[in-house]
């Protein structure tokens, strides 16, 4: 199928397949490089590393594969307040929490140590390494972040869930964006309003942007198969970004639990949810999140995440896996594929017509 553009010479790729990375351990080196081995551009979410470890994990990758590859960061790393929470709004929070800790009979932590961004030394970092690819989701780096980019030959991709998004990263030089649908699993990476109010559909997204923008598109959310992907192209797209089909592979860094969780009845039930992260995100809805949707206050992002930790760990420990909410995008329920190759031979069809 002919797309907008084609985006191989750019990235460097056969196929116009981005996997999306991950955090929260999901990502992994044997992920990346079968993903990019196979001819697509396999992407490792480092947003949670701290600059050593982000050096290691490119080495590590660059061990398994010799073809490009994908370093996503976060631009925005922590909440203004992650750096001051006091212990009031701790006590708030955790009062919240407290029943499902002592549901699983474990103890409720202490207040999590306040954090400052890594971002700006993960990028010099990455930049010294010069992965093929630099992603980034929550902002726009510096104009001199990009300018180094260019002139070591790393390809930059912005992630935009509006037009205004889009709008301003191609105004800032960036080499491609994300369209990001709200269908998609994981952290709504909105970075001018809030993702309550960018909460928009991949293929109205793609749509509305192929038309206003010049730099190629990614479409992400909701792409788990060879009709979804060819319904991508056909709005505008010049690639797409999946993410949870890939997580579901065994090379991911998905434990067999929360395989277990996609493949599952469950995945019929997605939800939008700040309450384990403190940032709205998606994912296979669990008790917790249901019954806290709502809820009025949550600890400034990582923080929450740091907090909710060992509730997380004992649940798993304990087989209440009911309890938590798994990452995965809306259309997790049509996963069929456990293994790189066999997704690739899904849909390699549709990308040689």
């Avoid at 709004?89 to 954090?115: G, H, M, S």
């Avoid at 909701?222 to 579901?248: M, N, P, R, Y």
């Avoid at 760990?313 to 938590?324: D, F, M, N, S, V």
Wanted: aromatic residues 8%; hydrophobic residues 40%; proline residues 5%.
């Amino acid at each position: 199928m002919t797309r907008k553009k084609d985006i191989a010479p750019i990235l460097k790729i056969q196929h116009p397949i981005l996997q999306g990375p991950f955090g929260g351990g999901l990502s992994s080196s044997r992920l990346v490089a079968a993903v990019s081995n196979a001819g697509g551009l396999g992407g490792y979410g480092a947003y949670q590393l701290e600059p050593l470890q982000i050096t290691e994990v490119i080495k590590e990758i660059r061990e398994l594969t010799n073809k490009p590859f994908n370093i996503n960061l976060w631009v925005n790393d922590a909440d203004a307040n992650a750096s001051d929470l006091n212990d009031v709004e701790f006590e708030n929070v955790a009062a919240v929490f407290k029943p499902y800790f002592e549901e699983l009979n474990i103890p409720l932590p202490r207040k999590p140590q306040n954090v400052t961004s890594k971002f700006e030394k993960q990028v010099e970092v990455l930049l010294s390494q010069q992965p093929a690819v630099f992603s980034f989701v929550f902002g726009i780096p510096s104009r001199d972040i990009l300018i180094e980019c260019s002139k070591r030959q790393i390809a930059t991709i912005g992630a935009a869930t509006t037009l205004d998004e889009a709008l301003a990263l191609e105004d800032a030089g960036v080499d491609l964006i994300v369209a990001s649908g709200f269908e998609a699993g994981g952290h709504r990476p909105s970075f001018i309003q809030t993702p309550e109010l960018s909460l928009h559909g991949t293929f109205t997204l793609v749509h509305q942007l192929s038309s206003k923008v010049k730099v190629p598109l990614i479409a992400a959310g909701g792409i788990v198969d060879a009709k979804s992907i060819e319904a991508a192209f056909k709005l505008g797209a010049s690639g797409v970004q999946i993410g949870t089909a890939f997580l579901a592979c065994q090379e991911s860094g998905a434990s067999n639990e929360y395989r277990e969780v996609l493949f599952s009845d469950r995945a019929k039930y997605t939800s939008l949810t700040n309450v384990f992260t403190g940032r709205l995100a998606r994912g296979i809805s669990g008790r917790v999140g249901n019954d806290l949707r709502s809820v009025a206050e949550v600890l400034p992002f990582p923080l929450q995440s740091v907090f909710l930790s060992p509730l997380r760990k004992a649940a798993i420990e304990q087989g209440r896996t009911e309890l938590l909410t798994f990452w995965a995008g809306q259309n997790a329920m049509s996963l069929k594929h456990k293994t790189v190759k066999d997704f690739f031979d899904s849909i390699i069809p549709v990308l040689k017509s």
